[in-house]
């Protein structure tokens, strides 16, 4: 079935080229289809395009069909070009001729519009939770191992002293970053553009504020032709919030692989999480960081993906949308993965807290030694050269006593105020 149908047959290469993988796609939006559909009834029924009896019809259809989909028993057939016209046949089958009047005022572009619209804003209230999941986890790592000093790195030399709490926190931090691009996204995606039809409105007099209580948006997209040339907007907009978590992720996995390394031996973890060689019997590779590196990464060329596909698009609706979908879905799915599995790995860390005690890291002391003497009066270009020239005749000796104070240090992680901040920047109208 077809809701363009007109009487003729689509050749079946053509059928199958524009189809694509919609049906299986659109199991992710069916719900959100169907609260698309009860509010649309209802604006009918209110402007008199239905009775009140007519509308209690397609309600209870629409609840059964609603049912049938949290129950994972909707099934889109072959049959079906996607799931606006399975549920309108359902409807119809259940209603009979009251069916037929569901599609009375709107397009499928507003109807797919509607259902990635609130499909985006429910996966991203999940995938800020799952970030607070992992921030609370590297926030509770940061106090728990905050005296245990590391060596931090620039160039990938060894540079300045760090520590586990300045390393786990410093990424929870960043991952506040992270939600504010996430409560952007949000409130793109929290603008009703049901009415907008194909994309310039209707004739009939349709109440589209009564459409945005009943959906729960913030707001309506007042502009039907700006309604939908937020197709595309939106998922780009989304995916560079994705993209953003994913960088965070990335980052933190290459250093972990890093760390995981003998040559480093700052963490590891129980070999049951961790994989083997085949030939190689010492082996515990980090193969979970690397997976969560690389998808990490292939989450991230998804707003370039987007941006080839729709940039240079005339304003309206356009097939090219079509190929939004997909990587889209499977990219929102992956990064909830990711996110989760990300967590669990943290629960199970094992630092080594003896790090900084091998004489190879003396160096990371030279900085200390360099400030110590401002302190006593010296210039600081003095006190630079003074301690350079100990190094160069290799008569430095490293102080590894530290007193770092100032907000944000190895001394004074701020922890507390870190909370804070991510509570106020998680807190979405």
Avoid at 130 to 154: N, R, V, W
Avoid at 189 to 204: E, K, R, V
Avoid at 263 to 284: A, C, D, Q, Y
Avoid at 326 to 334: A, R, T, V, Y
Wanted: charged content about 20%; hydrophobic content about 40%; overall charge negative.
């Amino acid at each position: 079935m077809k809701l363009w149908d007109k009487g003729y047959t689509v050749n079946n290469i053509v059928d199958k080229f524009t189809v694509g993988n919609d049906r299986i796609l659109d199991l992710h939006l069916a719900k959100y289809d169907v609260q698309g559909s009860k509010a649309h009834a209802q604006m009918l029924q209110k402007i008199g395009i239905i009775t009140e009896e007519e509308l209690q019809k397609l309600l209870t259809a629409l609840s059964e069909i609603e049912t049938t989909i949290a129950s994972g028993a909707f099934e889109i057939e072959e049959n079906f070009e996607d799931v606006h016209s399975k549920i309108e046949f359902e409807l119809i089958k259940k209603t009979g001729a009251v069916g037929k009047k569901i599609h009375t005022a709107r397009s499928r572009n507003d109807q797919v519009l509607v259902a990635l619209h609130l499909y985006a804003k429910a996966e991203l209230v999940v995938l800020k939770e799952l970030t607070q999941q992992l921030f609370d986890t590297l926030l509770k790592l940061a106090e728990k191992h905050k005296s245990i000093i590391i060596p931090g790195y620039t160039h990938m030399q060894v540079a300045m002293p760090s520590s586990f709490g300045l390393w786990f926190s410093g990424f929870a931090e960043s991952l506040i970053d992270d939600v504010i691009m996430l409560q952007a996204a949000y409130k793109i995606a929290d603008q009703n553009p049901l009415g907008s039809a194909a994309g310039y409105g209707s004739s009939f007099p349709i109440d589209r504020t009564m459409t945005t209580e009943l959906l729960g948006f913030s707001t309506l997209k007042y502009n039907v032709t700006a309604a939908q040339m937020s197709r595309g907007k939106l998922e780009k907009t989304t995916a560079f919030a994705m993209a953003a978590v994913a960088g965070t992720l990335a980052k933190f996995a290459t250093d972990v692989c890093l760390y995981s390394n003998q040559n480093f031996g700052f963490v590891s973890f129980p070999k049951e999480l961790t994989t083997g060689s085949s030939i190689m019997p010492h082996k515990k590779n980090p193969d979970v960081f690397e997976l969560i590196r690389a998808k990490a990464n292939k989450i991230q060329q998804l707003p370039s993906e987007i941006m080839m596909i729709t940039n240079n698009l005339p304003s309206g609706y356009h097939r090219d949308f079509q190929l939004l979908k997909e990587n889209f879905i499977q990219s929102i799915d992956l990064l909830k993965d990711v996110l989760e599995v990300t967590a669990f790995m943290l629960q199970h860390i094992e630092v080594n807290p003896s790090i900084v005690e091998d004489p190879k890291y003396n160096h990371l002391y030279t900085v200390e030694a360099v400030n110590k003497l401002v302190m006593q009066g010296v210039s600081f270009r003095d006190a630079y050269q003074a301690v350079g020239k100990q190094i160069m005749e290799d008569e430095f000796l490293a102080d590894r006593t530290l007193n770092h104070t100032h907000e944000g240090s190895i001394g004074n992680l701020c922890l507390e105020a870190i909370q804070l901040k991510f509570e106020n920047y998680k807190k979405w109208d």
